[in-house]
């Protein structure tokens, strides 16, 4: 069994198999893979960008062609992937796999038609390609210490968000938990429930900056999680005392819910069913320039459909965390591309892609 299944003669291939003396196993065997060198020819087929117009691109993927080929040496796309059995994809058709998949909830029997491949080679390489995306860029939405996020940056947002109607002069961006909806798991089933929410699925705490770009993501954790749970794990604060202050020593500080704590480097609405006429217009005036964190939120399941999607997220049979960290990923890569609402709204250009990532 040397050769492929299909450089076997069609009489030489019957006799074989129906050999008395061939063990029933290895007949089995030779017969899956006469079927997926079949299927493997019938979709060798090379896959090419220039195949698509820009409206299509953007439908399927999210970004033009001519940006997908920028990204591809920003975002270290090999120019080859291959998995373990040995199927080898180019860089950019892998690229592309995950951007396919992520865009809509769609089934691997219809990327098998888009990119001429079998539903297996789909899946590994659409896995691998989050992998790599994921070990090479999470730290983009974990560390703080981004060259970007400098002082002066932050001075600006700081003017951005008061300009916008914030009575705060010295707050630079917006926190706040999202619970995404994923199917009831086989164990851990009270863990991860959200009673507040109602269903199963998995916590992410954000910080949104005026440019529009989700500057720091935390998690997952499991959906029952507090928001102010989340913050305590995170440890978010800390790092706010030590870095976000200005010349004189002032806290700068983000803006959350009223779930959150009041801090220095945390304010949160007025709480309370007595509150005063001043109290009562702050509220008024922070929620409208807060309403920017749940815009981003909202762009990333636009994008991103198959975030939104619960029978395709699966705890224990797929990387829920990582499927959700690449697509705030590419959420911000997008942003710099081509802007976003937060950003209009707050007349505060975001940074070009080759800032962001490098």
């Not at 932050?154 to 706040?176: E, K, M, R, V």
């Not at 989700?214 to 997952?220: A, F, Q, R, S």
């Not at 020593?249 to 949160?268: E, M, V, W």
Request: charged share 20%; net charge neutral; hydrophobic share 40%.
């Amino acid at each position: 069994m040397a050769a492929a299944a299909y450089d076997w003669d069609a009489q030489v291939l019957a006799e074989y198999i129906t050999d008395p003396d061939i063990p029933i196993e290895e007949v089995a065997a030779v017969l899956q893979l006469c079927h997926d060198d079949q299927e493997r020819l019938h979709f060798a087929r090379d896959f090419s960008l220039d195949n698509y117009n820009e409206q299509q691109c953007l439908d399927n993927f999210r970004f033009t062609a001519d940006d997908i080929h920028r990204l591809c040496p920003l975002l270290r796309i090999p120019e080859r992937f291959s998995t373990p059995n040995r199927f080898h994809a180019p860089g950019v058709e892998v690229l592309c796999i995950v951007l396919n998949r992520l865009a809509y909830p769609s089934r691997f029997s219809q990327l098998q038609e888009f990119f001429h491949r079998t539903k297996k080679e789909c899946n590994l390489f659409f896995l691998l390609g989050i992998e790599h995306l994921y070990r090479n860029f999470h730290t983009r939405l974990t560390d703080w210490n981004q060259p970007w996020l400098t002082q002066g940056a932050i001075q600006a947002y700081c003017a951005a968000i008061h300009a916008a109607g914030s009575p705060l002069q010295n707050c630079w961006g917006f926190i706040d938990g999202t619970v995404r909806k994923m199917c009831k798991p086989s164990r851990h089933q009270r863990e991860v429930f959200s009673g507040h929410k109602r269903f199963h699925g998995l916590k992410f705490q954000s910080v949104v900056a005026p440019n529009g770009l989700i500057v720091n993501l935390y998690g997952p954790v499991p959906g029952r999680r507090h928001d102010a749970w989340l913050l305590q794990e995170s440890d978010i604060l800390t790092h706010c005392e030590a870095t976000f202050n200005d010349q004189a020593g002032n806290p700068l500080c983000l803006f959350g819910d009223s779930a959150y704590p009041l801090r220095n480097h945390l304010q949160r609405p007025h709480r309370g069913a007595n509150l005063t006429p001043q109290q009562q217009n702050f509220n008024a005036s922070m929620s409208s320039v807060r309403m920017a964190v749940e815009w981003e939120f909202g762009k990333i399941i636009s994008l991103w459909a198959f975030m939104d999607f619960p029978k395709n997220i699966k705890l224990y049979k797929s990387p829920v965390g990582k499927l959700y960290h690449v697509a705030v990923f590419l959420t911000n890569c997008h942003t710099c591309l081509y802007g976003s609402q937060t950003s209009r709204h707050f007349g505060v250009d975001p940074h070009t892609l080759e800032q962001y990532l490098y």
